[in-house]
């Protein structure tokens, strides 16, 4: 008589719905799982990369696009006073294309992350809350992320000639405590909201197959998660 095996996708929807169950992985081989939720999260770091990497994929979305830090808004009254209103909007426009451009190299660090999964960090995906694959990417990439993008936004903000002078405001300010150090510099600032940007995204995939693991599924996941 056929095994049943408990499906990694319904493990998924009730890891999210009913957390106080006792799920019982146990009964799913290590292979089984890791190598179904590993197509589940390919598929949804896919989805992800490729929203924020098209164009407007951070200017024309509310939820992501890159503002200059709050405690410097205030700058924007200056440069339109002095006549560069048109250059603090092709900073903020410039901000959002180098964060586009960025996160296009995000996939294979991604699919690395996914590839060196163990069985434990499997089970901890499984059983955890609804974004516990997101912090497991932000755990495992965040630093090789930041190490890829920077380089990108600096080319893309370099082409400005205002964000040197966004850079000395801001390192004023920072010095007199009005804002991190991290916002002190543009590059440095647009590579965290890239990377910030990119790590919701992942989390709205991934909110996404743990409401509806069949509807996500190809025909591949169907049958490992399927039972």
Do not use: C
């Amino acid at each position: 008589m056929k095994r049943w095996i408990m499906p990694v996708s319904l493990l998924l929807a009730l890891g999210a719905a009913v957390p106080a169950l006792a799920l019982d992985v146990s009964r799913l081989t290590d292979r089984e799982a890791v190598s179904g939720l590993q197509e589940a999260l390919n598929k949804g770091a896919a989805a992800a990369v490729g929203r924020l990497g098209a164009l407007d994929g951070f200017w024309g979305n509310d939820t992501v696009r890159i503002p200059l830090p709050d405690t410097l808004r205030k700058a924007e009254k200056l440069l339109n006073s002095m006549g560069l209103s048109k250059q603090a909007d092709e900073l903020k426009l410039t901000l959002n294309r180098a964060a586009e451009s960025a996160v296009k190299e995000a996939k294979p660090i991604l699919v690395g992350a996914i590839r060196n999964m163990s069985w434990q960090d499997a089970k901890g995906i499984l059983t955890g809350g609804e974004t516990a694959a997101t912090d497991y990417f932000r755990r495992t990439t965040s630093d090789a992320l930041a190490g890829r993008f920077l380089p990108i936004v600096s080319k893309a903000t370099g082409r400005l000639k205002l964000a040197d002078k966004y850079n000395a405001y801001a390192g004023q300010a920072a010095k007199l405590g009005l804002l991190s150090e991290q916002e002190a510099n543009l590059d440095q600032y647009v590579t965290h909201k890239a990377m910030d940007g990119l790590y919701y995204m992942i989390a709205e995939e991934e909110k996404a197959i743990r409401r509806d693991p069949v509807g996500q599924a190809s025909k591949i996941l169907r049958k490992v998660f399927g039972g």
